[in-house]
């Protein structure tokens, strides 16, 4: 047995049965094991990825997993082992995500994807409610049933107790008159 796992061994407490499973290691038990298997996962890392950088986030990232998800390790299996398939798991995925990703270094297709900041569409909305608010009130009504709650011309006349011919107008009027605000 491994001189980490025997380590490990020591200090072992069993959990209560209050949604925590028997077998695993106790938090800083399993914590001085991790550091201990560090050499190792780094060099299988930096020899699955070819690049020290790249190596070294693997470790990183197989490490905050495995301390995540450190109550699925059971003691007397090979804490490396289970390491390992970690790394070489995260290693894979992200292979096969990157393989799905578009490699855009000169950024053209980033630019034909661009989209406008939402600043832009918040001044516009501002610039909008305030040309509403400019209009009469009658006006305003009609924009707001006809145009914005889609209420059709016969529902806004019986609402605003109008023929329908006076909605139609009202709507015109209000139309231009906000085009006019907005200089469109």
Not at 41 to 69: H, N, P, W, Y
Not at 110 to 130: C, P, T, W, Y
Not at 145 to 169: D, H, M, N, P
């Amino acid at each position: 047995m491994p001189e980490s796992l025997e380590h490990s061994s020591i200090g072992f407490e069993s959990r209560s049965a209050a949604g925590q499973t028997a077998g695993a290691l106790p938090a800083h038990t399993f914590g001085d094991d991790l550091i201990a298997e560090i050499k190792h996962l780094r060099a299988f890392a930096i020899s699955l990825s070819g690049s020290v950088s790249a190596g070294d986030d693997l470790v990183q990232e197989t490490l905050l997993r495995a301390r995540s998800k450190s109550d699925q390790f059971r003691v007397g299996t090979n804490l490396r082992a289970w390491l390992l398939t970690i790394l070489r798991n995260i290693f894979y995925s992200t292979f096969r995500k990157r393989a799905r990703e578009a490699q855009d270094g000169d950024g053209v297709y980033a630019s034909r994807l661009a989209v406008s900041g939402s600043q832009e569409g918040h001044i516009d909305l501002q610039d909008f409610r305030g040309a509403l608010a400019k209009l009469p009130t009658r006006q305003r009504e009609v924009l707001i049933l006809v145009g914005a709650s889609g209420s059709t011309y016969e529902e806004a006349a019986a609402i605003c107790q109008v023929e329908i011919g006076t909605v139609k107008s009202r709507l015109n009027r209000a139309r231009l008159k906000l085009i006019k605000l907005l200089d469109l």
